[in-house]
């Protein structure tokens, strides 16, 4: 806040504000406002090619479960006999069980 003479935390569209920057990383960062959001975007490790959610093909040998408002891998697992937690995570691809999403579909494997 001292460096950009801010008295409070409000930002404004378009303002300038002076950050710091190590000096090793000075020659990644020192052309960055002259890059294009995308270009940005790719430094920061972002993929800018994606456009959303893409379509899941359905395959027959699973089921998939939309989640739901307060479900979790544990939740999920106890509907389907014979399937553990451990199962939709590993199937799904999934390693922090809170970065599961409302709406997502999760593949079940068939017994």
Request: hydrophobic share 30%; aromatic share 10%.
């Amino acid at each position: 806040m001292a460096w950009n003479g801010m008295g409070s935390y409000n930002l404004n569209i378009g303002q300038n504000l002076k950050v710091y920057v190590n000096e090793a990383l000075y020659s990644t960062y020192s052309n960055v406002n002259n890059m294009s959001f995308e270009e940005k975007q790719r430094l920061a490790g972002i993929d800018t090619q994606c456009t959303g959610p893409s379509e899941q093909k359905l395959d027959p040998a699973w089921e998939y479960y939309t989640v739901k408002s307060g479900d979790n891998p544990s939740v999920i697992a106890s509907k389907y006999p014979g399937i553990s937690s451990d199962d939709i995570m590993k199937n799904n691809g999934i390693t922090n069980t809170s970065s599961i999403q409302i709406g997502q579909k999760l593949k079940i494997k068939k017994k």
